[in-house]
């Protein structure tokens, strides 16, 4: 069956850097574009970044623009989204997702605090 297992997380102070890694099985991870997202607590989850099937297309949103970086491993059937510049509000669960199955990884949780 499908699975994304997200990983990586945890605290780092404000202007550090942490690696997400989203690894996928179960279906067909070269033919699918795959995004990353995020909740903060008591808040709404929302798109950080995205990519193309082979990377060639990326888009970040306004947030983290400059800062994190999404790319893809086809050979490794992993996504990663790296984070630098981190700011507390970027505090929050972040989740691996393939829109096409509508499938969510079960989230690494992520602490930007001092």
């Known amino acids: 069956q499908v699975q994304l297992v997200e990983s990586g997380g945890g605290l780092v102070q404000p202007g550090g850097s942490l690696r997400l890694s989203c690894a996928a099985s179960?279906?067909?991870?070269?033919?699918?574009?795959v995004s990353w997202y995020r909740q903060a607590p008591g808040k709404e989850r929302e798109w950080v970044a995205g990519?193309?099937?082979?990377?060639?297309?990326?888009n970040y949103a306004d947030s983290v623009k400059g800062r994190f970086t999404i790319s893809r491993d086809n050979a490794k059937n992993t996504v990663y989204l790296q984070m630098n510049t981190l700011k507390p509000e970027d505090t929050g669960v972040y989740y691996c997702?393939?829109?096409?199955?509508?499938?969510w990884g079960q989230g690494t949780q992520v602490t930007v605090s001092s």
């Open positions: 997702h393939v829109p096409r199955l509508g499938s």
């Open positions: 179960g279906f067909t991870f070269s033919s699918s574009a």
């Open positions: 990519i193309g099937t082979v990377g060639l297309m990326r």
